[in-house]
C-alpha cells in the first residue's frame, strides 16, 4: 500500500509541477508586461526610423517596426543588445556594445531588414529603369529623457550627407517631444563625424 500511495504521489508531482511552473511564468510574463508599460518602455521592439530635415523642419517617420526576436533572429545576440540599451544615457543614445564583431551583428541584422524593404528600387536599377538612390547612415540607438513618450529599440536612418553637414540651428518640430530626437541626431553627427565610434555605424545605399 504504502508503494502505491508514493507511486501516486509522484505521478501527481509530475503532473503538478508544468502547471505551477506555467502559472509562476505567467504571472512573470504579466509583471514585466505591466511593469514595461508604467516605464512606457518596449525594448522588446526594434522600431526602424526615417529622420528628415527639409525647409528648417524635422520629419520623423517609421519605415517598419518588428519584434526584436525577429530582427536578431539569435536569442543571445537580443538579450545582447536588450541589457547595452538600458545602460543608454540622456547624453549617448548609441547601443553601447563594445565588441565591433558583436556589433557588426547586430547592424548586419537590421541591414537586412531595411534592404529587403528597397529591393524594389534595386532591380529597377538593374533592368535599366528609372530609379533614385542616395547613401544612408544607419545606427542602432535607445533614447533615454524625460520628454520621449516611449522608450524602444530605434534602428535609425539618416542621410549621409545631413550628418556631414548637420544644420547649426535647430529645426522646428511636429510635437515638442521631438526635441530629443533633434539632440539625438547632434549627437550621431558629432560621432559619426569623428570616426571615434566607427563600429557603431554602418552606410547602406537605399533605391525607389
Known amino acids: 500500500m504504502d508503494v502505491f500511495i508514493q507511486l501516486v504521489l509522484n505521478m501527481m508531482k509530475s503532473l503538478l509541477m508544468p502547471v505551477i511552473a506555467g502559472l509562476v511564468c505567467g504571472v512573470f510574463v504579466?509583471?514585466?508586461?505591466?511593469?514595461?508599460?508604467?516605464r512606457r518602455e518596449f525594448l522588446d521592439r526594434v522600431n526602424f526610423?526615417?529622420?528628415?530635415?527639409k525647409d528648417g523642419r524635422l520629419k520623423i517617420r517609421t519605415l517598419l517596426e518588428k519584434p526584436g526576436a525577429e530582427v536578431f533572429l539569435n536569442p543571445e545576440i537580443t538579450k545582447m543588445v536588450n541589457r547595452a540599451a538600458a545602460r543608454?544615457?540622456?547624453?549617448?543614445?548609441?547601443?553601447?556594445?563594445?565588441?565591433?564583431?558583436?556589433?557588426?551583428?547586430?547592424?548586419?541584422?537590421?541591414?537586412?531588414?531595411?534592404?529587403?524593404?528597397?529591393?524594389?528600387?534595386?532591380?529597377?536599377?538593374d533592368m535599366d529603369c528609372a530609379a533614385?538612390?542616395?547613401?544612408?547612415?544607419?545606427?542602432?540607438?535607445?533614447?533615454k529623457s524625460k520628454n520621449i513618450q516611449t522608450r524602444k529599440l530605434r534602428a535609425m536612418l539618416i542621410r549621409k550627407s545631413l550628418l556631414l553637414d548637420f544644420p547649426v540651428e535647430d529645426p522646428e518640430v511636429d510635437f515638442p517631444?521631438?526635441?530629443?530626437r533633434i539632440e539625438t541626431l547632434r549627437q550621431i553627427a558629432r560621432d559619426y563625424q569623428s570616426g571615434d565610434k566607427a563600429h557603431r555605424f554602418v552606410e547602406i545605399e537605399l533605391c525607389v
Not at 526610423?49 to 530635415?53: G, R
Not at 517631444?177 to 530629443?180: A, I, N
Request: aromatic content about 8%.
Open 49 to 53: 526610423s526615417l529622420n528628415i530635415i
Open 88 to 125: 543608454t544615457t540622456e547624453d549617448d543614445s548609441l547601443i553601447p556594445i563594445s565588441d565591433p564583431r558583436d556589433y557588426w551583428l547586430c547592424l548586419n541584422a537590421l541591414l537586412n531588414e531595411v534592404s529587403e524593404k528597397f529591393a524594389d528600387g534595386f532591380l529597377k536599377i
Open 30 to 38: 504579466s509583471w514585466q508586461a505591466k511593469r514595461s508599460l508604467g
Open 132 to 143: 533614385c538612390s542616395d547613401v544612408y547612415v544607419m545606427c542602432l540607438t535607445c533614447e
Open 177 to 180: 517631444s521631438h526635441t530629443t
